[in-house]
């Protein structure tokens, strides 16, 4: 071996394997947690680029869908509201905005949710053949939810626009309670997405879960305040985040700034715990999807 060839080994990294579980020193762990996440960066800005290339070569009408679900959404319950329908009482926009913006938020939340899940398991050949951080499938998955938030922000303009909404100071801070919502939707995402790489029931019990969860939620209706159906939806730990956004961007009070903070030391505690569990877990996801 040439001297060129031994300095360049002595620059390549070393990984030594064991059958010893990670789990025993956690200081390794965690250092090698941080070090695969900023060593994913690049990675997962390709794979960012790739998927929204596809994602919008393959449709006709490409960002357009990201303003459909909303729209509808607003056009359907104002006309059941207006005919007496439904009664959805006294909200702090008009009807129309308010299911909009509420919308377009819980989209976001739910795509933070179930992109983890289904970007593990459309990378499950790459996973099988390729050795790379596996938080660039993650944060690729991040940077799809953020553009998509940003495209449903031009409706979101529009809208504020058309209906004449006034804006306060507190829009700034909006931003920060919306990381918390995407915080909570990925740590859900990502405790589930080892699972779903094996199971497709996973799935499948996801599009069921978030379909029942968003009638807990104050999306179409303000928040109740007695009753049952209050209380539960008072501790569901999207409401919080969902509505403190809400807030911040429009009336610019906060309404339950105590379980917000919960809600977000849940979103944040929770995302590092997933973390590490997904990190743990998906080795052995690998391993059984390579045998």
Known sequence: MTGRNRHLNRDLPETLYTPESRIRHPKQL???MKRDLLASRELAWRLLVRDLSSQYRQSLLGVFWAFVPPIVA????????NADILNIGETDLPYPAYVMFSMALWQTFVESLTGPVQAVIAAKPM???INFPREAIILSQ????GFNFGVKLILITVMFLWFRIPITWTVLLAPVALVHLIALGTAIGLLLAPLGTLYEDVTRGLTLVTSAWLFFTPVIYPPPQSGLFALLVQWNPVTPLLVTVRELATTGVVSSPVHFWLASLLAMGGLLISWL??????PFVIERISA
């Open 74 to 81: 607003a056009i359907g319950l104002t006309l059941a509201n």
């Open 30 to 32: 965690w250092r090698d």
């Open 142 to 145: 991040l940077g799809q939810v």
């Open 127 to 129: 996973l099988a053949r």
């Open 277 to 282: 569990i997904y990190r743990i877990a998906m």
